[in-house]
């Protein structure tokens, strides 16, 4: 194993990875013929992660729990595991349920969303100068990459990072459901500071995109549109003229144009 290792990678490699179980004497024997047969340091970072527990319970073939990536892909997506496992920390245990692969699912999906939004305004909206209020909410996007970069760097800990996204979108989501009058610029700066911490924008694999189902978009008007207030060109009718006069309903395109979403 280890000639493949020095052919293909070097006699020092970065990263090593393998369960915790293997720490001892696995790898400590890898490291002790290495470095012995090169005279030189073997890995820089050894990441060992915690076991995988199901239900709570220890993953193993004699107690029937035992299953492969590719059985839960089929039935959750890739990117669904790949969200599960992002949000706990490499070294703790993992816990498979399904309720806990529903919840990653759900967390991709919000942040799927959040960025769709983004692109649907930047295609959009209008053009023209950052105000002085929207100039200061694009500087303050900055933390938070620099929290993600300073969490990712405490022994990967993508855990906190997941949460960091997270605090970023829900303050680009309360930002974005305003009236539709900020400048595409805005729109730009805020998916360019998501898209530099997550990885996690990309849309659906194929396999993944290929098992959700296609409905007809809603035509539902959107929360964010209020429909125009009614002119008034005399005096307001009294409750008797407006109890004997059939009431009416108004309804507009929004000024960015229509988005459809996949149900």
């Not at 396999?207 to 959107?222: D, E, G, M, V, Y």
Request: aromatic share 10%.
């Amino acid at each position: 194993m280890l000639g493949h290792v020095h052919r293909y990678l070097g006699k020092t490699i970065d990263i090593h990875c393998g369960g915790s179980d293997l720490a001892f004497p696995h790898h400590e024997n890898e490291i002790a013929q290495s470095e012995a047969a090169n005279g030189c340091k073997f890995v820089n970072y050894w990441l060992h992660n915690g076991f995988i527990n199901i239900d709570n319970k220890k993953m193993s073939k004699s107690l029937g729990n035992f299953f492969t990536v590719r059985e839960a892909a089929a039935a959750y997506g890739y990117d669904c595991i790949r969200m599960f496992m992002l949000m706990s920390h490499y070294r703790s245990p993992l816990n498979y349920s399904g309720e806990i692969l529903m919840q990653a699912k759900a967390a991709l999906e919000r942040l799927r969303t959040a960025k769709n939004n983004l692109e649907f305004f930047i295609s959009n909206g209008r053009d023209g100068d950052l105000s002085e209020a929207d100039a200061a909410f694009v500087a303050g996007l900055d933390q938070y990459r620099e929290k993600f970069d300073a969490v990712m760097d405490d022994d990967f800990n993508t855990a906190d990072a997941i949460s960091v996204i997270f605090e970023m979108v829900r303050e680009i989501n309360a930002a974005v459901s305003l009236p539709p009058t900020r400048a595409r610029r805005w729109r730009r700066h805020a998916s360019s500071a998501c898209s530099s911490c997550a990885t996690c924008w990309a849309s659906p694999s194929a396999a993944t995109a290929a098992r959700i189902p296609r409905r007809r978009p809603s035509r539902r008007r959107s929360p964010h549109v209020r429909p125009p207030a009614r002119p008034r060109t005399g005096p307001r009718p009294t409750a008797s003229a407006t109890s004997s006069r059939p009431t009416a309903s108004y309804s507009r395109t929004p000024p960015q144009g229509v988005k459809w979403k996949r149900a």
